[in-house]
C-alpha cells in the first residue's frame, strides 16, 4: 500500500495548457503538503493544506491552485503552463501542523512543458 | 530561510565516514534529515528536536547544536546503498514550515 500516492507519475504538455496532479494519502494525516524540485533539484514548499484548509501559501504564481476536497486528498492544479514550470512536483503529508513531525513524500510526478 | 548544507558533494570508498552539516542564522526549533535516490522521493531518516540532543539508527546518527544552530549527519563505514542526495529541512518555530537545504550529493564508490 502506497502511503501517498500522485498521479500522473510524468507528465508532458504544452506551454498554455492546463493540468492537474492528483494526490492522496492513506495515513489518517491532517496535514498536506505540495513541494516543487526543480532541475537543481532544490525542495522548495508550495502550498500547506491543514484539514482541507490552506495555511500555507508561498510566493507561487497564481496559476497555480491546489485544491483540498477533503483531508485525504490535495490536488494542484496549473494553468497556462509556462516552460519554468517543469520540474518533479511532491505531494506530501505529516501528522498534523505541528512542529517536528516526520513528512511523509509521494513518489513525484515529473512534469516537462515544451 | 534556507539552510545551509555543506559540503555539496563528497565522495567515499566503501568504509569511509562522512559528514554532512546544516547550519542557520536563526533559532531552530527542529532540524528534519532525508535522503533522495536519484529518481526517487526524498525518505526520512531522522528529527532533532531544540535541546542538542543527538540520534541515530544503525552507522547514521545526527546531532543537533541548539547554540550555534547547527545539525550534523554521521555516516560511519559508508555502504554502497548510502549514495544519494541528503537535504537538511528546518523549522523556526512550532508548526511553522519546513524549509530544506540545496543538498548534499554523496557518493560511495566500491
Known amino acids: 500500500d502506497t502511503a501517498v500516492s500522485q498521479t500522473p507519475k510524468y507528465l508532458v504538455t504544452q506551454m498554455g495548457n492546463d493540468k492537474s496532479i492528483k494526490c492522496e494519502q492513506n495515513l489518517g494525516h491532517d496535514t498536506m503538503y505540495w513541494y516543487k524540485q526543480d532541475s537543481k533539484k532544490f525542495l522548495k514548499i508550495m502550498f500547506s493544506y491543514n484539514n482541507k484548509e490552506l495555511i500555507i501559501n508561498e510566493t507561487v504564481p497564481n496559476r497555480f491552485s491546489p485544491k483540498s476536497p477533503d483531508k485525504a486528498h490535495l490536488n494542484l492544479h496549473i494553468n497556462s503552463l509556462e516552460l519554468g514550470d517543469s520540474a518533479v512536483y511532491f505531494c506530501?503529508?505529516?501528522?498534523?501542523?505541528?512542529?517536528?513531525?516526520?513528512?511523509?513524500f509521494g513518489e513525484g510526478s515529473w512534469l516537462t512543458v515544451v | 530561510q534556507q539552510p545551509v548544507q555543506s559540503p555539496q558533494a563528497v565522495i567515499l570508498r566503501e568504509g569511509e565516514d562522512a559528514v554532512i552539516n546544516c547550519s542557520s542564522s536563526k533559532a531552530l526549533y527542529s532540524v528534519h534529515w532525508y535522503r533522495q535516490k536519484h529518481g526517487e522521493a526524498p525518505v526520512f531518516l531522522m528529527i532533532?528536536?531544540?535541546?542538542?540532543e543527538q540520534k541515530g539508527h544503525d552507522k547514521i546518527s545526527a546531532s543537533f547544536n541548539e547554540k550555534k544552530q547547527q545539525s550534523s549527519l554521521y555516516l560511519t563505514a559508508s555502504q554502497l546503498s548510502y549514495s544519494g542526495t541528503y537535504f537538511c529541512g528546518t523549522e523556526r518555530k512550532y508548526g511553522n514550515k519546513l524549509v530544506f537545504g540545496a543538498g548534499t550529493i554523496l557518493r560511495v564508490k566500491s
Open positions: 506530501a503529508s505529516s501528522q498534523d501542523r505541528s512542529a517536528g513531525n516526520t513528512i511523509y
Open positions: 532533532l528536536l531544540k535541546g542538542g
